[in-house]
């Protein structure tokens, strides 16, 4: 297997609604195509960014496709001549100082995350089957858990309307945004909770002096988690509100290597078999990254049943089923190229079958193929 | 005063040497000028990078200066009229989430020093004393303190030589790389130390199973300080460190927003009084988060006698004189862009007086501005 050639493209994606920390109007995403030989056959693989902290072109084209175009293309396979993802990230991050872990870590995913296609690809397996025997994972299962996550604010609201759509399309459990402003945040609560099961989204913004009355007030609903209640780097504060949260937490959708998860894992105040770990591994320098994540926390007594991913889209539902996480992140809306899934996919009761293809399966997200399928042309 | 224009050139700086963990070879960096019009005069502040983590024109570029010429130009501005860089950060850090501190606050940080540039120069100031002004500062000097930072490692040797090249230049501390090769550091400080009072640095490279005898074995030498033994995210480790190391510690320059320095100083486990925070404002957001860093460690009985800013050159020197900190790190060969100081400044006894110009004095220093002068017309 040989790499020929490597093509990022950003494409907007930009959208009238906010969470409580940014509005998505001028938001980007890097859709991204490495282009190898295979035994003969032309192969492309791809990927795409997961969305919330804008594409990563510049990086890519500076630093980390050069490097992988210009390693030692040895390097970059295993012993069965295959392209190994986790040695395409030690190619490209020659030189790299440690710490750090903003942008960089989502350029080298997509790069991770492409390799992984191919490599799916040239085994004629579905990622996630090619993850698990990469990883040795024994329980690997296409039909995986999946939740929706909508409800961003809007100008004209259409909260319930939006969670109904979700809970119609066969999700059972639907994440919504709320602020901190606890007034504003239960209205919003007792709209959607007609509709679904409901896990809620802080995006860090609940502020310390009004926590405890917050969390007391959100304790008779039975909230699937809570998500971000903390800044994502104050490990302190979110101990604290890990002692009074009437729901499991869920966090680390902005931490984005093991340095960083580690930290979380000694200084967060989280505790096994209650809260969630929301490593996106298409932000986080990838799956080999990833599974270094989960085996430290497993190595404190968790269980890959903690591990609900951010985002990432179809890539994400792979690692899910691939290494047996708990679930995957949707936006239920199919015409976003990031929202819905394959065409043929069926969500039932919160669960959906990973359909049988090489690869992630892009080919089979019209909208979304067409972002990529020109990069590899 | 009015933006008027924004333009990055990323500069190759590659040089045949390496540190512990990275080489050089393909080392860039950003030069950066802001040009404005103020009281009908046309102004031009100026940025250029520390050294280490690679340019950053494309974040530039894809994100911060489009935001910064778009922003509402009153949004930007004092009360005076006059640019405001913690308000340009502000602007430019809109619809940015949280945490992920890597190649962003380098971008942003340079855009903050930019704008510094330009205020000092519209106040015909030089940029210690705006600095000090702006942040109240009551003990700033233009006469600071100097180290050199040298000894990298370059086939063919040559270290003795370096250092005496420092030395002889005025400087009376000279920092050298150390690998954790205990056999090999204890040659480099045996060569180096016959010339100069030295600091050491590891860059991250000591390893836990060989601390012990490696700081037993280096006590005798009265070392200035041992910079970064640990990863700079792993605290557990260096608290670990500074509990046997012989001299005082120092570490930060891969920290890079006051989120991960307050992490350092809640887990790190380094003295006040004794140890050394080395976090570099031009790559951590500028001048208004590093002052809000250090007045985190002034509420834990620090002083700003412990900030010793990483790199940063002509700009982090007036950082120096005009907050009041511990010294500035020079590179010695005045033949390198960022390497020397102003014409007209002399390093003696290991301080040196910052001449009076307006702004940082970028014109003053002819082998770096005609990297940046370009950039302005």
Redesign the interface.
């Known amino acids: 297997m040989r790499l020929l050639a490597a093509r990022e493209r950003?494409v907007p994606l930009g959208a009238p609604m906010r969470n409580a920390?940014?509005?998505?109007?001028?938001?980007?995403a890097s859709a991204l195509a490495l282009v190898a030989e295979h035994g003969g056959r032309r192969l492309a693989g791809f990927a795409f960014d997961s969305i919330?902290?804008?594409?990563k072109?510049?990086?890519l084209?500076?630093?980390f496709l050069p490097r992988l175009l210009t390693a030692q293309p040895g390097s970059l396979l295993d012993k069965n001549g295959l392209l190994d993802p986790d040695a395409c990230v030690r190619a490209v991050m020659a030189?790299?100082?440690?710490?750090?872990?903003?942008?960089?870590?989502g350029a080298v995913g997509l790069i991770e995350a492409a390799a992984w296609d191919l490599r799916a690809k040239a085994l004629g397996v579905p990622l996630w089957k090619a993850i698990a025997d990469w990883s040795g994972t024994l329980d690997a299962n296409p039909r995986i858990a999946v939740y929706a996550s909508c409800g961003h604010f809007r100008e004209g609201g259409g909260l319930a309307e939006e969670v109904k759509a979700a809970r119609d399309a066969g999700y059972s459990t639907v994440k919504i945004k709320l602020s901190g402003d606890l007034a504003s945040d239960l209205a919003r609560i007792e709209e959607a909770r007609r509709v679904a099961r409901l896990a809620v989204d802080l995006?860090?913004c609940l502020a310390p002096g009004r926590a405890t009355e917050w969390f007391e007030a959100v304790a008779p609903f039975d909230l699937a988690w809570i998500e971000e209640p903390a800044?994502?780097?104050?490990?302190?504060l979110l101990a604290r509100y890990g002692a009074m949260a009437p729901a499991p937490l869920a966090t680390g959708e902005?931490?984005?290597?093991f340095?960083?998860a580690?930290?979380l894992l000694?200084?967060g105040g989280l505790r096994a078999g209650r809260d969630l770990v929301q490593v996106d591994p298409l932000l986080a320098y990838g799956v080999g990254e990833y599974v270094r994540i989960i085996e430290a926390f497993e190595r404190a007594s968790w269980t890959r049943r903690a591990f609900l991913p951010h985002a990432g889209h179809l890539f994400a539902a792979h690692c899910v089923a691939g290494l047996g996480l708990r679930a995957a992140e949707a936006a239920p809306d199919a015409s976003l190229p990031y929202g819905g899934w394959w065409s043929g996919a069926h969500v039932a009761d919160g669960t959906m079958a990973i359909p049988e293809r090489p690869g992630v399966g892009f080919e089979a997200k019209p909208n979304l193929f067409a972002l990529l399928a020109p990069l590899a042309e």
Chains 1, 2 share one sequence.
């Open positions: 950003t920390s940014i509005a998505f109007d001028a938001m980007t919330g902290r804008y594409g072109g510049g990086l084209k500076e630093r030189n790299e100082k440690a710490g750090g872990h903003g942008e960089r870590p995006n860090g800044p994502p780097l104050d490990y302190e902005n931490l984005f290597s340095d960083d580690r930290n000694r200084y």
